[in-house]
T-cell receptor, first 116, second 113 residues
Framework: DAGITQSPRHKVTETGTPVTLRCHQTENHRYMYWYRQDPGHGLRLIHYSYGVKDTDKGEVSDGYSVSRSKTEDFLLTLESATSSQTSVYFC???????????????FGEGSWLTVV | GDSVTQMEGPVTLSEEAFLTINCTYTATGYPSLFWYVQYPGEGLQLLLKATKADDKGSNKGFEATYRKETTSFHLEKGSVQVSDSAVYFCALSPAGNNRKLIWGLGTSLAVNP
């Protein structure tokens, strides 16, 4: 158990409304990630964070913002949801101390978002 | 740039059949290589990894060998079970950049009794 909780797990929202997904970890790891998973695209990185108030964009960051005011929480916000943002969203954490031996990350169970 | 290519699915096998899921990569130097598995309705879990050439990762009866000469990391299992039905993702972490993961598109496996 990697100690990651995502909320909500399922949400249906209307186009144009704001949506915030929360990722909470119990391990106090620095690195946290938000991915989206779509058929035919695999996993795509939206944003990541390497510490409190330190965030950076991934490959599909347009339309998304993030915040990290506490080590344990990483929030993903869709400012004005669109149907193209219907997806499964996964939060992930990266434990420290891996050096050059790899980049093992641990995933939450996902948040299913439908924008209608 | 760095990339990962997996065989397309879905792959359908009978129980106890031999499984191979191909994964090849493009990267400079010696990346670390991973297989993750996603069971229905769940997040991805690390299945196995290898961090240098000729390393063999293994877990739950699955194996994959890091082949630098063929830039491959094929996943194998000698006898699959129904419970192995899942989506399998190959990924790499570029050499010298261990904050980044590059993902294949995933291969769906269905095992029939």
């Amino acid at each position: 158990d990697a100690g990651i909780t995502q909320s909500p797990r399922h949400k249906v929202t209307e186009t144009g409304t704001p949506v915030t997904l929360r990722c909470h970890q119990t391990e106090n790891h620095r690195y946290m990630y938000w991915y989206r998973q779509d058929p035919g695209h695999g996993l795509r990185l939206i944003h990541y964070s390497y510490g409190v108030k330190d965030t950076d964009k991934g490959e599909v960051s347009d339309g998304y913002s993030v915040s990290r005011s506490k080590t344990e929480d990483f929030l993903l916000t869709l400012e004005s949801a669109t149907s193209s943002q219907t997806s499964v969203y996964f939060c992930a954490i990266r434990p420290p101390g891996q050096g050059t031996s790899g980049n093992t990350i641990y995933f939450g169970e996902g948040s299913w978002l439908t924008v209608v | 740039g760095d990339s990962v290519t997996q065989m397309e699915g879905p792959v359908t096998l009978s129980e106890e059949a031999f499984l191979t899921i191909n994964c090849t990569y493009t990267a400079t130097g010696y990346p670390s290589l991973f297989w993750y598995v996603q069971y229905p309705g769940e997040g991805l879990q690390l299945l196995l990894k290898a961090t240098k050439a000729d390393d063999k990762g293994s877990n739950k009866g699955f194996e994959a060998t890091y082949r630098k000469e063929t830039t491959s990391f094929h996943l194998e299992k000698g006898s699959v079970q129904v419970s192995d039905s899942a989506v399998y993702f190959c990924a790499l972490s570029p050499a010298g950049n261990n904050r980044k993961l590059i993902w294949g598109l995933g291969t769906s496996l269905a095992v029939n009794p």
